[in-house]
């Protein structure tokens, strides 16, 4: 079979590129591995690239930026089948505020967004974004600018939970199963603030096995159910007083990197069966730890 994976940001995007022929990278060879042929873009119209490429494939998955991601999902899904979450799932992820909200109403902790008067220490970061991208601490009586929201400070350890989600809506409904998401990996994240105050995403480690992952996995599950995410969805979460769900990344994420070191099964063979409503009930480790930087290599211990 043929499948498109559209990355944005190997064009069009120097700062993230790296990032993003590293996923790929990941992606195409375990794809390669299942005896499926990669098809992926090579002009600098993305969307007419999909346009274009997506009616030959027999399954594609974007990969981009929140800002873009629903945009191009939508126009893969007019043309083929989905392996990611849903347009309309993406929107939603997108706005760190909208999805912030419904996740409080359904009793997972997020991050308070707070006024410029807050008492505490406070973070500005755009309302959509990528990573760690414009995430600083704010300085005293520092307002958000335009497509920013400031959120109080959060003491704790930075995680991420990578997660397969099965079949829930979109083109491809008539495969919903009712399964529930097979869960991968947790991972630890290598985060940095810099003298000017701004976030630095390093790379992380998987699969680590903090004391609270058995409740780090279930609101990992809620949250995706709630957003309606399938496929591959990664979820930043800060662990202290309580498990805050920072971010819901409806995409692959860099954790893929170490993800496909660790994991006994094909991730291109999760994907595609959750695809079609039919997800292992769990996955299987080969007993070594992956530390991967944020430009794509891995150490294995």
């Known amino acids: 079979m043929k ?27 375990s794809f390669e591995a299942c005896g499926h042929t990669i098809v ?24 981009a930026p929140d800002e873009y991601l629903a945009k191009y999902t939508h126009t893969l ?13 993406i929107a939603v992820c997108a706005s ?4 912030a909200k419904l996740l409080a109403k359904v009793g997972i902790d997020v991050p308070a967004e707070v006024s410029a008067d807050f008492s505490g220490k406070r973070v500005i970061k ?25 959120v109080e400070y959060l003491e704790g350890e930075h995680f991420s939970v990578s997660i ?13 199963s009712g399964l529930p998401p097979v869960f991968l ?22 699969p680590v096995h903090p004391a609270r992952e058995g409740e780090m996995i279930e609101i990992a599950k809620k949250a995706i159910e709630t957003l309606g995410c ?32 660790v994991m006994e099964e094909e991730i291109a063979d999760v994907l595609l069966k959750a695809t079609v409503g039919l997800p292992p009930e769990t996955v299987h480790y080969n007993g070594k730890i992956a530390k991967f930087d944020d430009v794509g290599g891995v150490n294995l211990e």
């Open 3 to 29: 499948v498109l994976i559209a990355e944005y940001t190997a064009v069009h995007d120097p700062a993230l590129a790296p990032e993003g022929k590293a996923m790929v990278s990941a992606l195409k060879k």
């Open 40 to 63: 992926m873009p090579s002009g600098r119209d993305f969307d007419a690239e999909i346009s274009r490429l997506a009616p030959e494939c027999d399954y594609g998955l974007v990969i």
């Open 77 to 89: 899904e007019l043309a083929t089948h989905n392996i990611g979450s849903d347009s309309t799932a």
């Open 96 to 99: 760190k505020r909208l999805s």
């Open 126 to 150: 755009p309302v959509k974004g990528a990573g760690s991208v414009g995430v600083r601490i704010a300085k005293d009586g520092e307002l958000p600018g335009d497509g920013e929201m400031s």
């Open 164 to 176: 397969i989600g099965s079949r829930v809506v979109g083109e491809a409904c008539g495969f919903y």
């Open 185 to 206: 990996t947790i991972n630890r994240q290598f985060c940095e603030v810099g003298d000017d105050g701004r976030f630095v995403y390093k790379g992380g480690e998987t």
């Open 230 to 261: 399938q496929g591959y969805v990664g979820l930043d979460m800060i662990v202290g007083e309580k498990i805050w769900v920072v971010d819901v990344n409806p995409r692959p994420t860099m954790s893929v990197l170490g993800i496909v070191h």
